[in-house]
């Protein structure tokens, strides 16, 4: 058993609105005990947070240790942060959270300090110290899932803006023309790249009468289509699927673009589920269509990489968070 | 005559695709000598230089003083810039410039030391210091002329990236489909919403038919038309210009909204010819459009103003930094 000095763990946690992870890290950052519970969001916020509390104890329970022998918690959440309060400020996905006092619920209840932050600042976070190694000075990370969301380094630290806002690059309006958007605007970033819009222009496709792979493997309905049923799809030559994805990447590539152009930033890490499933199939067009869109000299020894760290981007970074912050 | 200490005053050169300004301040920054060239820039680039010395010299002339008096010379040039050797990079606008030595050259020619930055980032450099006090942590300046230019402070600090080429917001997509720009991709930001877009589309216009009084003020060709003719026929009752000019703040509205979301600001500044000359036209627009755009919670406190710096913006911003360099 490994030696229990307080300092050492702290407890990550990625809060979504479908599932919540969380994991528990020892003083070398690695990740020893996880554990997983969906939501249930639509059961209200009191039950989100007792299921959060579970999911903790359980990622503690499964490394054989103690809530007493946890120094703090990192928390991850889908939306606006007051990082001061621990409030979330807004959080859309999760049944519509408005001023969720977070940090104070789930410190009453776990008697340990928690830190609280909005999910793509926590997923940037991790990847720039667990995977890049806090060397480069400006990094943008783009998380394609759901929806799509963000975080910036800028000059080696997180940056979140004037209100704590900064990063939401899945409400930027790349084709002002495009399909609606949750939001209420059309063509942003999440509304053409996303899993979501992914999947909805399958459906559309399907219905208008093209033929996919994806309708034998999951019947008509496409019940619990997955990204990576999307992959198996393609590798079967699936020329629809294969379509669809490859108009997808060219959004991201574009989305790249944009950010490059205004950010000028030194890597940019593309991550989320959606990365982590067709990261083979998507890659190089990505790649060029970033290239062809980017302005002359922006591109100069930047680095466009897909994140190693996967879905454990989110606990990583909030066990980065909670380290830095009881320190 | 002002007392001639050389600590006193500096230039600050605004190097524009179309026109050199050159501005001498004294001490509290006030500007009490200007001068303007056209830049001949299809002449090569000796001949721009040769005229940049030109216009400074008859700025400071301008001013009752000699160049002796002068101990520092800004300039912001329309490209990528290495602001450590003064290099411009790359300057479409300037008949394609590449790798030339800017600040070598005036150095050797003007005897004073220069200092060359982006003309975006001096714009927002001048808007912050002299208009804003640097009191704004955070502060996107967009400039509207015959590109779309921007600038970032970001913590109080002008940002330019990791190649020096951040802020390049005319770049960012927004209308997939739309236009062609003059970088290689469609529907750009500056290629829908700057003064080139605004004038193709009345161009356009008038060839499918529509009426505006913009030929009875210069003919069919529309020679020498200005941001100007477009407010002064908007106020004579011309439906089809306040047309185009609503459509261009819409997307201007687009843009601001992107990039708070982006990069949560405590301030957007809107400057350049075009924000000068249709201000009152465009505003109520580009506010509604981007509170329409932006996500919730981004936009609490956050103020959209128009600079009142006008055409002196980069001058300006040009003298803040020669006074900063040389201290």
Chains 1, 2 share one sequence.
Not at 187 to 210: D, H, L
Not at 228 to 251: C, N, P
Not at 316 to 326: K, M, P
Request: aromatic share 4%.
């Amino acid at each position: 058993m490994p030696e229990a000095s307080k300092e050492n763990y702290v407890v990550g946690i990625d809060l979504g609105g479908t599932k919540i992870l969380a994991g528990l890290f020892d003083g070398s950052l690695e990740c020893i005990g996880t554990a997983k519970v969906s939501t249930k969001a639509q059961r209200g916020m009191e039950t989100v947070i007792s299921r959060i509390e579970r999911c903790v104890r359980d990622a503690v329970d499964e490394a054989d240790l103690g809530l007493k022998q946890v120094a703090g918690i990192g928390i991850g959440a889908p939306g606006a942060v007051d990082f001061e309060t621990g409030t979330v400020i807004f959080a859309p996905n999760l049944d519509g959270w408005k001023e969720v006092p977070l940090k104070k619920e789930l410190e009453r209840q776990l008697g340990v300090p928690v830190f609280v932050e909005n999910d793509g600042n926590i997923a940037v976070l991790g990847v720039h110290v667990a995977e890049l190694k806090a060397k480069p000075r400006h990094v943008i990370g783009i998380f394609v899932g759901t929806g799509i969301g963000g975080g910036l380094i800028i000059n080696g630290e997180l940056y979140s803006g004037f209100n704590h806002t900064a990063g939401e690059i899945g409400h930027m309006v790349i084709d002002v023309n495009g399909p609606k958007c949750g939001c209420g605007s059309r063509g942003c970033f999440e509304a053409v790249a996303s899993r979501t819009a992914i999947f909805q222009r399958i459906k559309e496709g399907i219905k208008e009468g093209e033929k996919t792979l994806l309708t034998d493997m999951l019947g008509d309905g496409l019940e619990d289509l997955r990204s990576g049923d999307l992959r198996k799809a393609i590798r079967r030559g699936d020329k629809f699927v294969a379509k669809v994805i490859e108009q997808a990447a060219e959004y991201i590539g574009i989305g790249v673009a944009n950010l490059i152009n205004i950010l000028g930033p030194e890597v940019v890490v593309l991550g989320g589920g959606v990365m982590e499933a067709l990261a083979d199939e998507m890659t190089a067009t990505i790649l060029k269509t970033a290239k062809d869109h980017a302005m002359p000299g922006t591109m100069k020894n930047v680095e466009i990489v897909v994140s190693k760290l996967g879905d454990n981007a989110g606990i990583t970074g909030a066990a980065v968070l909670a380290r830095r912050e009881i320190k």
